[in-house]
């Protein structure tokens, strides 16, 4: 507690660790260092028991369900069938197969993909142009397209157009 006719505490470093304290009893001084003490001894105990609960929770519940898993595991395997089966080309590919430059290749599945006539796939973090909807000399199939634009309109984009 203040002492009566103190309005506030006042605490000074003397210097090798230690304060001097005034405008509180040494009782009082004494009690609210050991309340400090129990509380951090509390958060630390508050801290390991949240951790263990953690813990256990993680060990007892799985990350991603079961049902996930396989459907991740066939979502995959759809994936890969499709390249194995179809083929995908990528830029510098089509670019071959048009006659052209890479960069050409990029700007022109950029414009047909804004036009919803062509779908490309990421596969490990590149683009890849399915097959299925290419002509022999890499154009885009008119029939495939038409089939593509509704598909696109409606939100499907990549692996979800060619699934």
Known sequence: MIAPGQDSVHVR?????????????????EYAVNVVRRFDEERIRARKVLETHLLEMQRDTPLVSEATQLQLQ?????????????????????????????????????????????FTVEVRGHTLIPRVQLTAKGGSDPLIAELIRPLAHVGLDGWGIWA
Do not use: I, K, N, P
């Not at 470093?13 to 001084?29: F, K, L, P």
């Not at 050409?104 to 414009?111: E, F, L, Q």
């Open 74 to 118: 066939r979502t995959a395997e759809l994936r890969t069938q499709l390249l194995q089966s179809e083929g995908a080309e990528d830029y510098e590919s089509l670019a071959q197969l048009r006659g052209s430059q890479e960069s050409s290749a990029r700007t022109w599945v950029s414009r047909m993909r804004q036009r919803h006539e062509l």
């Open 13 to 29: 470093d003397t210097g090798h660790d230690s304060v001097e304290v005034t405008g509180m009893s040494v009782q009082d001084v």
